[in-house]
Structures are given as structure tokens and as C-alpha cells.
Nanobody, 122 residues
Framework: QLQVSESGGGSVQAGGTLRLSCAVS?????????MAWYRQGQGDDQEFVSI???????KYAASVKGRFTISRDNAERTMRLQMNNLKPEDTAIYFC???????????????WGQGTQVTVSS
């Protein structure tokens, strides 16, 4: 089983920056791990933000592209989201999701953190 935890949220003014971190602990028998960020604003559905796949492919939601940068350190089993030029509409709880998968011998499974609050004031 893997355990996922986020940190780094907080309150900033519009135009400010924050850096979120996601740490993974525990073990899995799956050879591949994708790591992603999702967010959910109050009253909103959960929204994809960014993903760093096991093969190195990186993707961003259109709403954050050019402002957010995802990075990953496999040795430390961490992932970060650098958020620049934050806007009030970025206000949400940000969740780290880890997908373990890779072959027929492992049980593909999603693992989620508890989330970290990001609040951007105008």
C-alpha cells in the first residue's frame, strides 16, 4: 500500500506564488507510477490540474498551462507543483493522486492524499 500526503498550501494575493509538495511512502508491487494533481473548489466538481506520468510525459489543464509547473523526483518519491501568477479562480483544495500500475502481476490502484487548501484573494 502507498500513502500519499500533500503540503504547501496557503493563502496568497492574486499574482502570488505557492509551491505544493506531494510525498509518497509505503510500497507497491506495480512497476509504474503516475503522479497527478487535481483540485476541487467549493461547490465545484473535481478538476484535473496536471500529471507527470511514469514515462516522463507531462500534461496540464488549459487553465493553468504557462503558470503552473509540475516536477517529480523519483529517488525522493516526491512531486511538486510550482504555481505562479495565481488567480482567485485557482482557489481550491489541491489533491495529489498516485496511480500504481504496470503489468498483470500487480493490482492497479489509485491512491489519494487528504488535500491542501490554496486560497487566492483578489
Amino acid at each position: 500500500q502507498l500513502q500519499v500526503s500533500e503540503s504547501g498550501g496557503g493563502s496568497v494575493q492574486a499574482g502570488g506564488t505557492l509551491r505544493l509538495s506531494c510525498a509518497v511512502s509505503g510500497s507497491t508491487d506495480c512497476p509504474k507510477i503516475d503522479m497527478a494533481w487535481y483540485r476541487q473548489g467549493q461547490g465545484d466538481d473535481q478538476e484535473f490540474v496536471s500529471i507527470y506520468k511514469d514515462d516522463g510525459v507531462v500534461k496540464y489543464a488549459a487553465s493553468v498551462k504557462g503558470r503552473f509547473t509540475i516536477s517529480r523526483d523519483n529517488a525522493e518519491r516526491t512531486m511538486r507543483l510550482q504555481m505562479n501568477n495565481l488567480k482567485p479562480e485557482d482557489t481550491a483544495i489541491y489533491f495529489c493522486k498516485v496511480l500504481a500500475y504496470g503489468n498483470s502481476a500487480c493490482t492497479m490502484k489509485d491512491y489519494w492524499g487528504q488535500g491542501t487548501q490554496v486560497t487566492v484573494s483578489s
